[in-house]
């Protein structure tokens, strides 16, 4: 099928020809009782810096960076960001020099995030605390100095979860489902990590253009369901309205359960549904993002939630994440 477009048609930068795989977890469903069939998507193999789906978001803000005649990218995040980590590696494809503000605490030795980052070419501006403020300062610092010296930076949002970024991830979702009906297979049900809320938005979207029964739950990551529903309902509503399609009632499904000691902080659930997944299908989840979606899943597996149902794991990636250093 054609890809649906956004009015405006924006402007893309490739970084990836190729769909990612969706596999079947055959014995993760056994291992569950066989009350669900689960597949994944495989966000995680997406070819470029360890793969993850925000290369899906860069595709459109590089796309958007260039059509402004920009010459570097500016963004923000913590220092195990995979959003960082790739876009990083979008700015080295696309020949843009890449700045990343990273807020703090740093680690005791720089992890794999930064590592990557800087072999990929990034200029790292690593703060000494984890304030947001603080944070959106400095990326004014930076983008300020940048301009000071006739450079054109182009400034990308925490996430890359604005609109443009989440209409990568409507085109991540009617892939899915093109790839679900050439399997003959009907999916249920959609279970994904929730951070910035971009990429549930954008499945979101997609599910309603293609599949408008099936379900989409984030597993909420890093904000509460009260801060982070609205944002997802709002971005979901916008990119909805500007491609004419309705969304279904009750489009944003969230699950608190996973949160733990919040963002970053490693939970006993996850380490289990990780050793459950890695024992069962040899697929390796972090422990800030994949794994507690996992656990999410899990649990409503167990739970009953899904019985009888496909349910689609969107493995969005953060691999490298089982490698750094982070407070338990
Ligand atoms: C591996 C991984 N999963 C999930 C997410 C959450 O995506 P979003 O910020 O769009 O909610 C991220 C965000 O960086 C991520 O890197």
Redesign the pocket.
């Known amino acids: 099928m054609t890809a649906p477009m956004l009015p405006a048609d924006p402007p893309r930068f490739r970084l990836f020809d190729e769909p990612s795989p969706l596999h079947p977890w055959p014995r993760l469903s056994d291992a569950l009782g066989g009350r669900a069939e689960i597949w994944a998507k495989r966000e995680d193999l997406l070819p470029l810096a360890f793969g ?3 290369l899906r978001n860069l595709e459109f803000l590089v796309g958007a960076a260039i059509a402004e005649g920009a010459d570097s990218l500016v963004t923000s995040g913590r220092r195990w ?3 960082c980590r790739l876009t990083a590696a979008a700015g080295a494809r696309a020949g843009l020099a890449v700045h990343l503000v990273l807020s703090g605490p740093p680690a005791p030795r720089p992890g794999p995030g930064i590592r990557t980052a800087e072999l990929m070419g990034a200029t790292i501006h690593q703060l000494p605390t984890d304030d947001r403020s603080a944070r959106d300062d400095a990326v004014e610092r930076v983008v300020a100095d940048l301009l000071a010296t006739d450079r054109r930076p182009y400034r990308i949002g925490v ?1 890359g ?1 604005g609109v443009l970024g989440a209409y990568g991830q409507v085109l991540g979702a009617t892939e899915m489902f093109d790839q679900a009906v050439e399997r003959g297979l009907h999916v249920d049900a959609i279970v994904l ?8 938005a954008g499945l979101i979207v997609g599910a309603a253009l293609r599949s408008p029964q099936s379900t989409v739950s984030g597993v909420l990551v890093a904000r509460p369901a009260d801060e982070l529903g609205p944002v997802i309902l709002d971005l979901a509503g916008t990119l909805a309205a500007r491609m004419g399609v309705a969304l279904p009632p009750e489009a944003v499904r969230l699950d608190a359960s996973q949160l733990g000691g919040g963002y970053g902080r490693p939970t006993a659930a996850g380490g289990e549904a990780a050793g459950l997944l890695a024992r069962t299908e040899g697929v390796l989840v ?1 422990p800030i ?2 794994a507690k979606a996992c656990a999410g899943l899990v649990g409503a597996v167990r739970a009953g939630r899904h019985d009888g149902q496909t349910v689609v794991f969107w493995h ?3 691999t490298p994440g089982l490698f750094e250093t982070l407070e338990p």
Do not use: E, I
């Open positions: 993850g789906n925000k960001s995979n959003h996430g979860s990590p929730s951070a910035t809320g971009g990429t549930q972090d993002y994949t969005a990636g953060g």
